[in-house]
């Protein structure tokens, strides 16, 4: 399995932006469909944006395209979600996962979550 570890979550105001990145380490990372999920406390984890091995295929959820942009850099082993127009029911906690299918519903591996808090 790849092991996976995010970072740039934080506190923005509504409107702000964000950048989350996700470092991949343990296989090639170019075998890897990549997405990101979000769970809001109370709530179960949602999709939020895929993006698929070369980076040419992305899909995105409905509350976010627009908004969000995933995209990767497959020599730097990192995926990145770029998060424009930030509201409040944005505020979760942040996971990105890897999978060698793109339409997976399941993906096989997880990082440990970057909490992302948007204030009004």
């Known amino acids: 399995q790849v092991q996976l570890v995010e970072s740039g979550g934080g506190l923005v105001q509504a409107g702000g932006s964000l950048r989350l990145s996700c470092a991949a380490s343990?296989?090639?990372?170019?075998?890897?469909?990549m997405g990101w999920f979000r769970q809001a406390t109370g709530t179960e984890r949602e999709f939020v944006a895929a993006i698929s091995q070369g980076g040419a295929a992305t899909r995105y959820a409905d509350a976010v395209k627009g908004r969000f942009t995933i995209s990767r850099d497959n020599a730097k082993n990192t995926v990145y979600l770029r998060m424009n127009s930030l509201k409040p029911e944005d505020t979760a906690a942040y996971y990105c996962?890897?999978?060698?299918?793109?339409?997976?519903?399941?993906?096989?591996?997880w990082g440990q979550g970057t909490q992302v808090t948007i204030s009004s």
């Open positions: 343990g296989r090639p990372f170019s075998f890897y469909a």
């Open positions: 996962a890897a999978d060698t299918n793109y339409y997976a519903n399941s993906y096989a591996s």
